[in-house]
């Protein structure tokens, strides 16, 4: 996912860094009461708008386009008008949340914490931290570096590595906001158990070799970065910055992946994926997962698009199966990895994740 | 002085760049803008979150694009 990189992180805050940081010296201050009462009325409004969207595009669609209630394109246009400003409103709310919290986890505060983790523990706060810590995937190898040689275990740092693009909170906003919060709490569990499970595995072949020799002879270069001291005012504009980098960049897949899901939703007939993906297909399982490696797209592109293959019968697992490959298991996140990694880890990587996805796929096609 | 921006080439390293030498363009400072997409190399400085800037082997920032504030604060 092209996840965010929005660090947060401001140095802004470092005398000796910057001269024009001195952020209350422009623009109007203001105090943290105003702010706060700034704040619940924001939300007020936001929850107010939000739950006249629904009403709002039926009205727009057959009353006032006068579309027919049973017609396929007045289906897909209603579909379309409620589902798109739904999603961008849970979009910008949980970013601006999420934005806010990343200001308490930089990468760094992250790798040191991590370095004292023994194995289990490690994995399983590692795949937590994923969550939270601000990760963009063309930071995955300096982040791997980092994370190893600051003493991070390698299974640990594979825990990291895994839940950080998979299990975050853009996923989880459009699994809520399309499928229902049983979905996304399914996918946040799910996710979080192949990132622990599969780095513990990871951990446990004892694969340190398999990293490229100058790798393993490098040497942590520890604290370089000075711990920023942020305000509660500091911490609130890092949501805003969130919010404009991140939608500012997917809505763009929202839409269109709405509005492919509109289409299917409006034209394409019940129970049209029941062969190809349902249940009674064991086999496609594995196909998702393997279709979804060399596919590459964030959970903003993919979760539409997803929730339109449910509608028409595809079954839960395979469903989620897919969408974990296509994430988790990209293709380009590979080939940068190799350089820092032996074949024969990449390999293991992608097998013993794979496998974890799978394992899932099959998991929920069973019991739901 | 030695400017060196450090990132893979996404698309935010390259911002990084463009605002390294547009504040430097402005201000006429005299320093020398080195692009480093080299792992090893950018491992070797301690940084593993980019876009990063290192000026005269000092780390400014990690993990973000700067502002062009940020940046006449470091060349001065």
């Not at chain 1, 790798?111 to 930071?139: D, H, Q, Y």
């Not at chain 1, 979905?183 to 070799?209: H, K, N, P, Q």
């Not at chain 1, 395979?318 to 969408?323: D, E, G, I, Y």
């Not at chain 2, 430097?24 to 005299?30: H, L, N, P, Q, V």
């Amino acid at each position: 996912m092209e996840n965010i990189q929005k660090d947060i992180g401001s140095l802004i805050e470092q005398p000796a860094c910057c001269s024009g940081g001195k952020k209350e010296s422009k623009g109007k201050p203001r105090s943290t009461s105003t702010q706060i009462i700034l704040g619940l009325l924001g939300i007020g409004v936001w929850y107010t708008v939000y739950y006249q969207l629904e009403p709002l595009s039926r009205y727009l669609t057959y009353d006032l386009i006068g579309l027919g209630k049973d017609s396929h394109l007045g289906a897909s246009i209603q579909f379309f008008l409620y589902d798109t400003p739904k999603v961008m409103m849970l979009l910008t709310l949980v970013v601006y949340g999420v934005g806010i919290i990343r200001s308490f986890f930089t990468p760094e505060r992250t790798r040191k914490f991590l370095a004292g983790k023994r194995e289990s523990t490690g994995n399983v706060m590692a795949a937590l931290l994923g969550i939270v810590t601000p990760f963009c995937s063309c930071s995955a190898v300096p982040l791997f570096l980092g994370f190893v040689t600051a003493g991070v275990p390698l299974g640990v740092t594979f825990s990291f590595l895994i839940s950080a693009p998979m299990v975050n909170e853009i996923a989880l906003v459009l699994l809520y906001g399309l499928l229902g919060w049983k979905v996304a709490a399914l996918y946040l569990v799910t996710g979080l158990l192949v990132a622990i499970v599969a780095g513990w595995v990871i951990g446990r072949l004892g694969m340190e070799r398999h990293m490229e020799d100058w790798v393993q002879e490098l040497r942590a270069n520890a604290d370089v970065m000075p711990d920023e001291n942020l305000t509660w005012s500091d911490r609130l504009k890092h949501g805003l910055d969130a919010v404009k980098d991140i939608v500012g960049k997917v809505w763009i897949y929202v839409v269109a992946g709405i509005a492919v899901g509109a289409g299917i939703h409006g034209f394409v007939p019940e129970n049209f994926m029941a062969s190809i993906m349902g249940k009674g297909a064991w086999w496609s399982v594995p196909a998702a997962v393997v279709v979804g490696i060399p596919m590459y797209s964030n959970a903003a592109g993919i979760v539409p698009v997803i929730h339109a293959l449910l509608e028409k019968g595809a079954a839960l697992g395979t469903v989620l199966a897919f969408m974990m490959s296509v994430i988790a298991l990209s293709l380009p996140e590979m080939v940068i990895l190799r350089k820092v990694l032996k074949p024969r880890l990449i390999g293991t990587f992608i097998g013993v994740v794979g496998c974890g996805i799978l394992l899932v796929g099959y998991l929920f096609n069973i019991i739901i | 002085m030695n400017i060196k921006v450090m990132g893979p080439g996404c698309p935010k390293c390259a911002e990084a760049e463009k605002i390294v030498k547009t504040v430097i363009a402005e201000t006429g400072i005299d320093a020398v803008v080195e692009k480093v997409s080299d792992f090893q190399e950018i491992a070797k400085h301690g940084v593993f979150s980019t876009p990063a800037v290192v000026i005269d082997g000092k780390i400014k920032c990690v993990g973000k694009v700067p502002s062009k504030k940020e940046v006449e604060g470091w060349l001065k």
